[in-house]
């Protein structure tokens, strides 16, 4: 069982950046694979960012490539999303997971969830 909380979500303006953490509780952060996932209103949760378990490989959806970064640091539980460059089709509800042993891109494949944090990109 791992528990995990976003933070960092708000109001940006396109062009602008912003910076999502994830905490995770628990002591076995490391034997985790990590994603960020975004939901749209009316839209199916789709996959953004994902980093392996020790932190050496990450993937990226092709439309964030280039403008977002996954990390993790392990000292602190955590897991971020740099986001750069932001555009309106940015805004979502953006949600951290956690699955064991590698990542995935579909949601389904993640076991544990965040609560979720609005982003919001104004044009």
């Known amino acids: 069982q791992v528990q995990l909380v976003e933070s960092g979500g708000g109001l940006v303006q396109a062009g602008g950046s912003l910076r999502l953490s994830c905490a995770a509780s628990?002591?076995?952060?490391?034997?985790?694979?990590m994603g960020w996932f975004r939901q749209a209103p009316g839209k199916e949760r789709g996959f953004v960012a994902a980093i392996n378990r020790s932190g050496g490989s990450t993937y990226y959806a092709d439309s964030v490539k280039g403008r977002f970064t996954i990390s993790r640091d392990y000292a602190k539980n955590t897991v971020n999303l740099q986001m750069n460059s932001m555009k309106p089709e940015d805004t979502a509800v953006y949600y951290c997971?956690?699955?064991?042993?590698?990542?995935?891109?579909?949601?389904?494949?993640?076991?544990?969830w965040g609560q979720g944090t609005q982003v919001t990109v104004s044009s």
């Open positions: 997971a956690a699955r064991s042993p590698v990542f995935s891109t579909t949601p389904t494949d993640y076991n544990y």
């Open positions: 628990g002591r076995t952060f490391s034997n985790y694979a």
